[in-house]
């Protein structure tokens, strides 16, 4: 089976712009959370999707979102970029979600400049 | 609010030495824990997790954990460590009923000098 997949890999942004990260979960899975990681703060929950369906939200401002497809694909949006956006976005799928061991994908490495 | 201490940030290792990674954790109700490790250049893997029943559980490459429920624990341990298992640790937290919600410490960083 194919693992989790994240796109794109690299992205450079400036203050200000929006950002669209996808993430492709591993075929058959169902629920789909999103991650951001940073030197100063570690890994930090942003969402959880599940049935195109917000379950789960963490402590980010509203200009972080995201989404759920009926394939289960993800995407998460960031607007109106900040520098301290810059970190690896990391996407982790799971069957459903609950009990169950999250898969993480390769992240996707966000500067903002 | 909910967190995991991981209480060493950098930790070295000659090869053999025995390792034990603190981890202990805030929160009330019932959780679900994992051990996370990223190798250099390489995603999140996981190494172990503890859902219910024995406190002590064997994960892949040798290593293990335990669930001391009084102490809010959740050690990990190996009793000889390789070159190869330089690498980051991360001790994760789920609560019971927080759908897709990983709570993480800020990480270990294991050295094991050859």
């Known amino acids: 089976k194919a693992g989790v997949t994240q796109t794109p890999r690299y992205l450079i942004k400036t203050r200000g712009q929006q950002v669209t990260l996808s993430c492709s979960p591993i075929s058959g899975h169902r629920s789909v959370s999103w991650y951001q990681q940073t030197p100063g703060q570690g890994l930090q929950f942003l969402f959880e999707?599940?049935?195109?369906?917000?379950?789960n939200k963490g402590n980010f401002p509203g200009r972080f979102s995201g989404r759920q497809f009926s394939n289960s694909r993800s995407e998460m949006n960031v607007s109106t970029l900040e520098l301290g956006d810059s970190a690896l976005y990391l996407c982790a799928s799971s069957p459903a979600g609950a009990r169950e061991t999250q898969y993480f994908g390769p992240g996707t490495r966000l500067l903002v400049l | 609010a909910q967190s995991v201490s991981q209480h060493n940030h950098h930790v070295i290792l000659s090869e053999a030495a025995s390792l034990e990674l603190g981890c202990n954790y805030s929160y009330g109700g019932t959780v679900n824990l994992f051990w996370y490790v990223q190798y250099p250049g390489q995603h999140l893997q996981l190494l172990l997790k503890y859902f219910s029943g024995d406190p002590l559980v064997k994960g892949i490459k040798g290593f293990e954990a335990e669930f001391i429920k009084s102490k809010f624990s959740f050690n990990l341990r190996k009793p000889s460590v390789q070159w190869s298992d330089t690498a980051e640790y991360f001790c994760a937290v789920n609560p019971r009923g927080s759908q897709g919600n990983l709570i993480f410490g800020k990480g270990t960083k294991l050295s094991v000098k050859p």
């Open positions: 999707y599940f049935s195109e369906t917000q379950r």
